[in-house]
């Protein structure tokens, strides 16, 4: 079959008005940092800005607690579970109608295909709003006592790679059972979290329930150690994470750390392997691998490994990288020259390590931050591509004999985020998945997402869950 040439599709940005510039959003309003530092945020698919942000300092944090403190104590937590669930409802409804303005938005901001942010991105977003709504007036019955209370002030720190639906993962739940919060997005992504603000404010949600600080990581300190805050939620790196569980240490403050992995994809050769080479391409490409569960270390069993890695490729090549704003693109911008800087770094060392690096050929666009799609073959369990994350277009492919080694290849990790697994028999998916160290095991599938689907990992990669019925417990004492 002939293939069908290439047009461009852009989406149109002009539903997306943008202010020169943000303050912070404490207790209802936009107000100045009192100092009145700013970051600029810009478009990494073209570096060009898109607006600055203001960046809190410690006395802003302390402004933006104390707002979430007075809204707890005199209208969030004295408010019927049922009327909370209204806000909630009503939120999700804004969310849903500007889907279309939240998602072109967040392409523009983060550098993810317009194609993930509108079909993926939003639709979870506003699904994670209405299920929590749906728990608001029923937490009585939740499993966790008949009179579960709120903690009080949340203060939730989340990372770029899915800005909004980190927002949507941290604040649905807390205000569902009664707490306030202050959120810290972070500082490559802060638009639409302001844009969410604003949600806020349409909404008629309470002045103080929900607060939004920007800024960097000198920010999100301040606000994890603070000492009014209950609740610490942060999603990001393990290092920040490690330095977040130290410095909440010996406090009265709970905690849930959602942190890196290295994901298992094990193919067997009993597999349907078209099937499992989309699986592989969406567990290590979707969202330019910046996925904390992205399926980067590819097991297969050596019997189809060559018929796998051929098709692979062959699928490799019809993937398309550019204009995240183009309907046709696969794969935008790296967000950031920083983290473009790391995954080349890491990238190189799999290189120098005698790893075998393979791209189809693809051009890169002349500006913003790019990265092709890229597997290493020819890779062991003791090169650093299969030990770190990447958290980049960077699949590591290995190959093993036996379930068992299989198994063993799997759990040898730091991590224990995810895993899949691809076979065609499910005595066989039950068999492995129990052995998996991992908090999410997909079958014959990656990369699924749901808000009634408990998320969280073992080790490394930190503690607690987020989403269904478990997520309401880390709010609730
Ligand atoms: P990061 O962990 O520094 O950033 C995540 C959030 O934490 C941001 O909002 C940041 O401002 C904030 N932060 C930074 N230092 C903090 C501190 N001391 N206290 C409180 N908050 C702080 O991650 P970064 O530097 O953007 O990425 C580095 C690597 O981390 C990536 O290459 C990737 O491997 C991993 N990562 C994992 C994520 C995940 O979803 N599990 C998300 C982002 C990064
Ligand atoms: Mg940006």
């Given at each position: 079959m002939s293939r069908f040439e290439y047009a461009p599709a852009p989406e149109s940005r002009a539903i997306v008005d943008l202010q020169p510039a943000y303050g912070l959003f404490i207790g209802g309003e936009f107000v100045p940092p009192a100092d009145g530092g700013v970051i600029k945020s810009v478009n990494?698919?073209?570096?060009?800005?898109?607006a600055e942000v203001a960046e809190a300092g410690p006395a802003d944090v302390d402004r933006a607690v104390a707002a979430a403190r007075s809204a707890y104590q005199d209208v969030w937590r004295p408010m019927p579970g049922r009327e909370r669930a209204k806000y909630l409802f009503r939120i999700a409804r804004i969310i849903a109608e500007r889907s279309r303005e939240l998602a072109v938005l967040e392409s523009l901001d983060n550098g993810k295909p317009i194609r993930e942010s509108r079909d993926a991105d939003l639709p979870l977003v506003a699904a994670h709003f209405f299920y929590y709504a749906g728990w608001a007036d029923k937490l009585n019955h939740a499993g966790f006592g008949p009179d579960p209370q709120p903690l009080g002030v949340a203060g939730q720190v989340i990372p770029w790679n899915f800005p909004l639906l980190m927002l949507a993962w941290k604040i649905a739940p807390a205000l569902a059972t009664g707490n306030t919060v202050v959120l810290k997005p972070a500082e490559t992504t802060p638009l639409t979290a302001l844009r969410f603000a604003e949600i806020c404010q349409q909404a008629d949600l309470p002045p103080g329930v929900v607060n939004i600080v920007t800024g960097a990581g000198p920010t999100g300190a301040a606000l994890v150690e603070h000492p009014d805050v209950d609740k610490v939620a942060f999603t990001g790196s393990t290092e920040v994470g490690r330095a977040i569980a130290q410095a909440v240490a010996g406090t009265r403050k709970r905690v849930t750390l959602e942190l890196g992995g290295k994901a298992a994809n094990i193919v067997f050769e009993d597999a349907a392997l078209d099937q499992a080479v989309e699986g592989i391409v969406n567990g290590s490409f979707f969202n330019q691998g910046h996925v904390c569960c992205a399926g980067s270390r590819l097991l297969v069993q050596e019997s189809v490994y060559d018929e796998l890695l051929a098709s692979l490729k062959r699928r490799m090549a019809t993937l398309r990288v550019g204009d995240p704003l183009d309907k046709n693109t696969d794969l935008g911008a790296i967000n950031s020259g920083a983290q473009l800087e790391r995954i080349r770094n890491l990238a190189g060392i799999g290189e120098q390590e005698g790893a075998q690096p393979w791209s189809p050929p693809c051009q890169l666009p002349d500006r913003g931050y790019w990265f092709a799609p890229t597997i290493f073959t020819g890779v062991t369990q003791a090169h650093r591509i299969a030990r770190e994350e990447i958290f980049g277009p960077v699949l590591s492919v290995l190959t093993f004999r036996t379930p068992d080694e299989a198994v063993a290849k799997a759990n040898n990790t730091p991590y224990g985020l995810s895993a899949g697994i691809w076979t065609e028999k499910g005595s066989r998916i039950l068999a492995i998945a129990d052995r998996l160290r991992a908090g999410v095991v997909w079958a014959n599938t990656f990369n699924k997402f749901d808000p009634t689907s408990p998320f969280g990992g073992y080790k490394e990669s930190g503690y607690g869950r987020e989403g269904g019925r478990h997520g309401l417990e880390a709010y609730l004492a």
């Amino acid at each position: 079959m002939s293939r069908f040439e290439y047009a461009p599709a852009p989406e149109s940005r002009a539903i997306v008005d943008l202010q020169p510039a943000y303050g912070l959003f404490i207790g209802g309003e936009f107000v100045p940092p009192a100092d009145g530092g700013v970051i600029k945020s810009v478009n990494p698919a073209s570096e060009e800005v898109l607006a600055e942000v203001a960046e809190a300092g410690p006395a802003d944090v302390d402004r933006a607690v104390a707002a979430a403190r007075s809204a707890y104590q005199d209208v969030w937590r004295p408010m019927p579970g049922r009327e909370r669930a209204k806000y909630l409802f009503r939120i999700a409804r804004i969310i849903a109608e500007r889907s279309r303005e939240l998602a072109v938005l967040e392409s523009l901001d983060n550098g993810k295909p317009i194609r993930e942010s509108r079909d993926a991105d939003l639709p979870l977003v506003a699904a994670h709003f209405f299920y929590y709504a749906g728990w608001a007036d029923k937490l009585n019955h939740a499993g966790f006592g008949p009179d579960p209370q709120p903690l009080g002030v949340a203060g939730q720190v989340i990372p770029w790679n899915f800005p909004l639906l980190m927002l949507a993962w941290k604040i649905a739940p807390a205000l569902a059972t009664g707490n306030t919060v202050v959120l810290k997005p972070a500082e490559t992504t802060p638009l639409t979290a302001l844009r969410f603000a604003e949600i806020c404010q349409q909404a008629d949600l309470p002045p103080g329930v929900v607060n939004i600080v920007t800024g960097a990581g000198p920010t999100g300190a301040a606000l994890v150690e603070h000492p009014d805050v209950d609740k610490v939620a942060f999603t990001g790196s393990t290092e920040v994470g490690r330095a977040i569980a130290q410095a909440v240490a010996g406090t009265r403050k709970r905690v849930t750390l959602e942190l890196g992995g290295k994901a298992a994809n094990i193919v067997f050769e009993d597999a349907a392997l078209d099937q499992a080479v989309e699986g592989i391409v969406n567990g290590s490409f979707f969202n330019q691998g910046h996925v904390c569960c992205a399926g980067s270390r590819l097991l297969v069993q050596e019997s189809v490994y060559d018929e796998l890695l051929a098709s692979l490729k062959r699928r490799m090549a019809t993937l398309r990288v550019g204009d995240p704003l183009d309907k046709n693109t696969d794969l935008g911008a790296i967000n950031s020259g920083a983290q473009l800087e790391r995954i080349r770094n890491l990238a190189g060392i799999g290189e120098q390590e005698g790893a075998q690096p393979w791209s189809p050929p693809c051009q890169l666009p002349d500006r913003g931050y790019w990265f092709a799609p890229t597997i290493f073959t020819g890779v062991t369990q003791a090169h650093r591509i299969a030990r770190e994350e990447i958290f980049g277009p960077v699949l590591s492919v290995l190959t093993f004999r036996t379930p068992d080694e299989a198994v063993a290849k799997a759990n040898n990790t730091p991590y224990g985020l995810s895993a899949g697994i691809w076979t065609e028999k499910g005595s066989r998916i039950l068999a492995i998945a129990d052995r998996l160290r991992a908090g999410v095991v997909w079958a014959n599938t990656f990369n699924k997402f749901d808000p009634t689907s408990p998320f969280g990992g073992y080790k490394e990669s930190g503690y607690g869950r987020e989403g269904g019925r478990h997520g309401l417990e880390a709010y609730l004492a």
